[in-house]
């Protein structure tokens, strides 16, 4: 059997019928190079949103079924259109929803996880030599409800038809030429990597490198699928790969920075330095689905016998927050809560940094030395964040990303402006 190559374009590369055909040409070349390949699509351009919008047009919050069943229809429409381009290019390609292409999920609309892939349907197409153009995003539960699974779900899509049909590689297409050690936006000079690790790759998609769906790298990770992200427009850069750390040729300590907007922090202060108040107050939060970034509990003051428990939460769940501030109070026994939602958190990341000494005392360092004070402070094996105030964020990524000299000698191709 031939090699399976699967392919996968987002939104930006399909947004007209122009860019369909370019990207028909550049399935043609994977094609024509003698393989089998499995195509990935997510709608044209904006669809997804104007779905949106329709949809709010006419019910403020409309069943999360009906949803599901409108957002579905976007991929749909792209992938029909791609089939038809490669076939007036005179080759054989077919279109196949999610119920055809038997990509079976839980049943749970707008965020549905993929359990299964059955792929009987999609082998077939592909013996008889066919291009298979498979809608992004969309899934089918066992008793036939059409589900999607969350914004930027078509590269999860990709990976998991890639890993279930044992590809050899997949390739995501995008509008960017790959990963870089940060923003090109901040940082002009940013380098694109050749090759970046898995873990490396989920902790900056984390910290807001936007450039992969968090859930697709771990769906990689976890079947060892090598990704490429490259540019459906200049397809001769090869963009970068996302790998296992075992199968990277080098480990620089520091690989990227990141800014994160999107957190707010809350400080719970003078709460009674008794055991179980942490537990009561993160599994009160827990309750209402409020997931909790950074934490950290400052040294019990003596006199008053109490300390202060400062966490982050993403800014969109601040009035769920809001909603249970004063529960949390009495169940406490405290009577401040402050919130703080001009923060930024600024991450370093490296597969690297776990045996080398002092690249945290050099992150710290760097931030003092431009002025920047930092409010908190946490790590992992191969990331450390620092708090900041938001108005310092891009400064903060600047000198990181010079102190630990990631950048390069040619400045960045950049696709639009960054949000103020
Ligand atoms: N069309 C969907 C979205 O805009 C899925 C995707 O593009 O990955 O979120
Ligand atoms: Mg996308």
Redesign the pocket.
């Known amino acids: 059997m031939k090699n399976i190559i699967v392919q996968k374009f987002?939104?930006t590369s399909v947004a007209n019928s122009e860019k369909i055909k370019n990207v028909a040409q550049v399935i043609l070349k994977e094609k024509n190079k003698g393989n089998s390949v499995v195509v990935i699509v997510?709608?044209m351009g904006h669809?997804?949103?104007q779905l949106l919008k329709l949809a709010d047009e006419v019910n403020t919050s409309p069943n999360p079924r009906e949803l599901d069943m409108l957002?579905s229809t976007?991929?749909c429409v792209s992938a029909s259109l791609l089939a038809m381009a490669l076939q007036a290019a005179g080759y054989k390609a077919v279109s196949m929803n999610a119920m055809q292409a038997q990509i079976i999920t839980e049943k749970a609309y707008n965020c549905a996880r993929i359990i299964d892939i059955k792929t009987d349907n999609i082998l077939k197409h592909i013996n008889n030599d066919e291009i298979v153009i498979i809608t992004?995003?969309q899934g089918v539960t066992d008793d036939n409800e059409i589900t999607?699974?969350?914004?930027?779900?078509?590269?999860t899509s990709a990976v998991a038809v890639a890993a279930a049909l044992n590809a050899e590689r997949c390739d995501i297409y995008t509008d960017v030429e790959g990963v870089y050690t940060t923003d090109p936006r901040i940082v002009p000079n940013a380098t694109r990597l050749e090759e970046i690790s898995y873990d490396e790759m989920l902790e900056l998609a984390r910290v807001g490198a936007n450039v992969m769906?968090p859930r697709s790298v771990e769906t990689a990770k976890q079947y060892n699928i090598p990704l490429r992200v490259r540019s459906s427009f200049k397809t001769d850069n090869l963009g970068t790969l996302i790998l296992g750390v075992e199968d990277m040729e080098i480990r620089r300590t520091v690989t990227g920075v990141a800014a994160d907007l999107s957190q707010l922090r809350i400080v719970v202060c003078d709460v009674p330095d008794v055991p179980g108040n942490a537990g009561k107050l993160f599994d009160r939060l827990a309750k209402d689905d409020i997931s909790v970034d950074m934490i950290i509990q400052s040294y019990a003051r003596k006199h008053t016998n109490t300390n202060d428990i400062a966490f982050t939460i993403d800014k969109k769940d601040l009035s769920k927050v809001q909603a249970i501030i004063d529960e949390i109070k009495q169940e406490l026994g405290c009577n401040n809560i402050l919130v703080d939602d001009n923060i930024a958190k600024i991450s370093i990341v490296g597969a690297g940094m776990i045996d080398h000494p002092g690249i945290a005392a050099m992150m710290f360092k760097t931030l003092a030395a431009n002025d920047i004070n930092i409010k908190m402070i946490s790590t992992s094996e191969i990331k450390i964040s620092c708090l900041v105030n938001e108005k310092y964020a891009k400064e903060a990524v600047k000198a990181l990303h010079s102190a630990f000299d990631l950048g390069c000698d040619e400045i960045a191709e950049v696709k639009g402006t960054l949000p103020e």
């Open positions: 987002g939104g997510s709608a669809t997804t949103d957002l976007g991929e992004g995003f999607t699974l969350g914004r930027g779900g078509s590269d769906h």
